[in-house]
């Protein structure tokens, strides 16, 4: 058990008076402690502890790391408080120690691992917790870890991948946004002024574009509110079960983005569920978690149905709604699992093959995109340079007919 920290007001032997921050288990163990360094406490108080935070998240490499480290030692027959305080001692301070701390002093008093995980909300969420507490339960922990663990990592290097590829499209549309502002703002007044010299007759897609830029320029306050408004509007109104479902249902709906949700979602279900499944939670409750954790109302929708389903006795493959969302291979797989006993072998392989090809489709959406994104970019300067040179062309053509 980590020891507290005592706040000390002791005389030395020069006849100063120092103070003093020192751990100690108690008190009295302080005392002789300081005696033998021929130092003679006045006063001695234990500091409160200040509250720990809830909320407190660790980078999820570093979480990985923990899991597997606690995973090892109770693989090699350590306690859990004794694990969890060699773990807490190795690293420095910061909020992966305060973590570690936090629960090995909850278990040292006898509270369950889960439990004491539970305290930090945000990085134990609830199918986390679930997962450990079956591990306990079952006498699996060191293989619950490790499962955990290891899915834990597959989402981190889909996210990454994901992140990676968007990159270049970030970089596209930022940069044809920043072109369009520079040449509404800085460009097209210069050439406004060119052609009112002029006096010529504008064509319409010059006029549209002088316009524009000067609404842009006058009035880029209110256009900035508007959007932001706009958009916080969007977030909010999404948090509505009903414009949710709608926007879920569309996504699905499109033709290579919705694949790549429909697989992203299935491996989820599937990898959450397996491990819930074979730490021992019951598959009423395991499915329960994998709806809440699919990410798509309406893929969570049909889970919840099958659910009701399986309760009433039906097996799962046959559970799941007539026209569902989920991949066609879904329900074969699953088919073939319950009928030789084989569920979680079944579902590890769902949760495989949907993340492979959720990693394909989002390759494919991406290098689609590229090319959209371009086109748009082509498009919209393609327009600033035909409208520059319409006027031109007919000052041109004037001339030349006298």
């Known amino acids: 058990m980590l020891m507290p920290t005592f706040a000390i007001q002791a005389v030395g032997t020069d006849g100063r008076t120092l103070r003093l921050k020192e751990d100690a288990t108690s008190e009295a163990t302080l005392r002789e402690a300081l005696r033998t360094r021929k130092l003679w406490p006045v006063a001695i108080e234990m500091r409160p502890e200040a509250p720990v935070s809830r909320t407190i998240t660790l980078k999820q490499r570093e979480f990985i790391a923990i899991l597997h480290q606690l995973e090892l030692q109770l ?133 549209v574009l002088i316009r524009a830029s000067s609404f842009v320029r006058q009035s880029w306050p209110v256009v900035a509110l508007a959007v932001a408004g ?23 709906a499109l033709p290579v983005l919705g694949d790549t949700v429909r ?34 109302v309406i893929l969570s929708r049909q889970l919840l149905v099958a659910r009701t389903n399986v309760g009433a006795g039906l ?27 084989q569920l979680g072998a079944a579902l590890q392989q769902v949760e495989e093959y949907a993340a492979a090809l959720a990693k394909e489709k989002l390759g494919t959406a991406l290098a689609l995109m590229e090319p959209l994104l371009l086109s748009v970019l082509t498009s919209i300067v393609g327009f600033i340079a035909l409208s520059f040179f319409l006027p031109l ?5 004037g001339v030349n007919a006298h």
């Open 75 to 207: 693989r090699a027959g350590v306690t859990a408080d004794a694990a969890l305080t060699q773990l807490a001692e190795d690293q420095p301070a910061g909020k992966t120690r305060t973590i570690l701390s936090h629960i090995q002093a909850q278990v040292a008093q006898g509270t369950p691992i889960h439990a004491a995980c539970r305290y930090f909300e945000k990085q134990f969420p609830p199918h986390v917790a679930a997962i450990i507490e079956a591990g306990e339960a079952s006498a699996q922990l060191p293989a619950s870890l490790r499962a955990l663990a290891n899915n834990l990592k597959q989402v981190a290097e889909l996210k990454q991948t994901a992140a990676k590829a968007l990159i270049y499209p970030a970089i596209v549309l930022l940069a044809t946004s920043g072109l369009v502002c520079f040449l509404l703002a800085g460009v097209v007044p210069k050439f406004a002024e060119i052609f009112a010299s002029m006096r010529v007759t504008l064509p319409a897609a010059t006029v």
């Open 315 to 341: 097996p799962l493959y046959r559970a799941f709604p007539k026209h569902h969302g989920f991949p066609g291979f879904m329900v074969p797989a699953l088919k073939a699992g319950e009928t030789t006993g």
């Open 263 to 296: 697989c992203l979602a299935t491996a989820r279900f599937a990898a959450h569920t397996r491990l819930l499944h074979e730490a021992g939670v019951p598959v009423l409750e395991a499915l329960a978690v994998g709806a809440e954790l699919t990410g798509n």
């Open 230 to 252: 706009i958009v916080a509007a969007f977030l909010a109104a999404l948090r509505s079960p009903r414009l949710a479902a709608l926007r879920d249902r569309a996504l699905l």
């Open 393 to 397: 062309f007919t000052l041109i053509g």
